[in-house]
């Protein structure tokens, strides 16, 4: 299957990407007796601890974003995401073996909380909104549950 991935990393072409870098970094966040280290984002931990019970719960069989790769379906999100997100990254065509867990969900749910909505209400919303995406989603990614492979970096 091809697929977009964007990266701050120039990948050589052939590179196998693994998953997990991102959900290594939201795990290494340690707890003290109630509290969390400082330093860590709280946001992150406040969106990811909703996204990872809802999955759980509701869509068990899809990969989990703290074990996988982000990728998206077509150029035009990748350029989006890239515009959007990582104005300094680079986009590149991956493959996935067909036998790769993957899953479509609407990264669009989680970027923002509507105004006046209370976070917590919108963290949980977005997750629920985030495993189901509509078909209005303008921004789905794609979560790759196993390795790809880089072949060709997009100009």
């Not at 406040?46 to 869509?59: D, S």
């Not at 789905?140 to 072949?151: C, N, T, Y």
Request: glycine share 6%; hydrophobic share 40%; charged share 20%.
């Amino acid at each position: 299957m091809k697929l977009f991935h964007v990266s701050p990393i120039n990948h050589p072409i052939g590179t196998v990407l693994q998953p997990g870098k991102y959900g290594s970094h939201v795990k290494s966040a340690r707890t003290r007796m109630t509290t969390v280290d400082a330093g860590f984002a709280l946001t992150i931990l406040a969106w990811e601890g909703p996204l990872e019970i809802y999955r759980r719960l509701a869509v068990p069989k899809a990969p989990s974003r703290l074990d996988c790769l982000y990728a998206t379906s077509t150029l035009a999100e990748a350029q989006r995401f890239r515009q959007r997100y990582r104005a300094n990254a680079d986009v590149f065509e991956i493959d996935v073996a067909d036998h790769v867990p993957t899953h479509i969900a609407d990264f669009e749910a989680i970027s923002s909380v509507p105004t006046g909505k209370p976070m917590i209400d919108g963290f949980v919303d977005g997750s629920a909104a985030y495993w189901t995406p509509s078909v209005e989603a303008t921004l789905r990614e794609v979560l790759v549950g196993g390795p790809a492979r880089v072949i060709a970096k997009i100009p």
